[in-house]
Nanobody
Framework: QVQLAESGGGLVQAGGSLRLSCAAS????????MGWFRQVPGKERESVSA????????YYVDAVKGRFTISRDNAKNTVILQMNSLKPEDTAVYYC???????????????????WGQGTQVTVSS
């Protein structure tokens, strides 16, 4: 089992940057694929980015390609989402998630994730 805790959210103007961090407990962090999701009120939680267990494969939803970068440090049990050129439509609660499903190297579907953090609010003003 793993526990996840996000940090780094906040209020930023359009065009600015934020760096979200997810700290994981436990000694088996490298056995989980990791993902970032976001959710706004009234909408489903959507996948933003994901990274494979070794960090060699990464996924980004089209809306954030070229602006967001996901990375992980298995020695420090952390996964980072660097968000640049933020837009008001990026405003959401961002969640970190861990997947132990070995059938998927870099899962996008939220149903494939087993553990979730509490979320961190990101607000981008225009």
């Amino acid at each position: 089992q793993v526990q996840l805790a996000e940090s780094g959210g906040g209020l930023v103007q359009a065009g600015g940057s934020l760096r979200l961090s997810c700290a994981a407990s436990g000694r088996t962090f490298s056995s989980y694929a990791m993902g970032w999701f976001r959710q706004v009120p009234g909408k489903e939680r959507e996948s933003v980015s994901a990274i494979s267990r070794t960090g060699g494969i990464r996924y980004y939803v089209d809306a954030v390609k070229g602006r967001f970068t996901i990375s992980r440090d298995n020695a420090k049990n952390t996964v980072i989402l660097q968000m640049n050129s933020l837009k008001p439509e990026d405003t959401a609660v961002y969640y970190c998630a861990a997947s132990q499903n070995r059938d998927y190297i870099c899962p996008r579907d939220r149903d494939l994730y087993n553990y979730w953090g509490q979320g961190t609010q990101v607000t981008v003003s225009s």
